[in-house]
C-alpha cells in the first residue's frame, strides 16, 4: 500500500508540474500572438 502511495503522490507532483508547463506554455504562445499581432497592425 506505502509503494502504491508513494506512487500515486509522485504521479500528481508530475501531473502539477506538466500543468505549470502547459500554463506558462500557453502564456508564452499567446505573449508572441498578441506582440505578432501589435506588429502586424502598426
Known amino acids: 500500500m506505502a509503494i502504491i502511495g ?6 500528481n507532483k508530475n501531473a502539477i ?3 505549470i508547463i502547459n500554463k506558462m506554455g ?3 504562445i499567446w505573449s ?10 502598426e
Open 32 to 41: 508572441i500572438a498578441l506582440v505578432y499581432n501589435g506588429y502586424l497592425n
Open 17 to 19: 508540474i506538466l500543468k
Open 6 to 11: 508513494y506512487n500515486i503522490r509522485k504521479l
Open 26 to 28: 500557453a502564456v508564452t
